[in-house]
């Protein structure tokens, strides 16, 4: 069973830009669907952005324009660069297979918060 870390998560201004980063125990190569998720208080997980092997990506509307989403088969890791973030960006940011059904089991993730 593939784990992976997150990292890379912190405290920002609006307006402001953090890179997470998630590195896999194990090759992500099989994996076709790769993606970000984040949940924030009160609220249900949801994806954010996604990856497909051989790099084409797909973004929710809340993201799209500010969040870049890029793969790296050769050193299993998958990164997420956040620009122009916005309070409403802050939540626990987790990395795993996508979609949902797909995840056999959730990581710690990675704290963002953006605020003044």
């Known amino acids: 069973q593939v784990q992976f870390v997150e990292s890379g998560g912190g405290s920002v201004q609006p307006g402001g830009s953090l890179r997470l980063s998630c590195t896999a125990s194990e090759n992500i190569f099989p994996i076709i669907l790769m993606g970000w998720y984040r949940q924030a208080p009160g609220k249900q997980r949801e994806l954010v952005a996604s990856?497909?092997?051989?790099?084409?990506?797909e973004y929710a509307d809340s993201v799209k324009g500010r969040f870049t989403i890029t793969r790296h088969n050769i050193n299993n890791t998958v990164d997420l660069q956040m620009d122009r973030l916005k309070p409403e960006d802050t939540a626990v940011y987790y990395c795993?297979?996508?979609?949902?059904?797909?995840?056999?089991?959730w990581g710690q993730g990675t704290q963002v918060k953006v605020s003044e």
């Open positions: 990856v497909f092997r051989f790099g084409t990506a």
């Open positions: 795993n297979r996508a979609p949902a059904d797909k995840v056999d089991s």
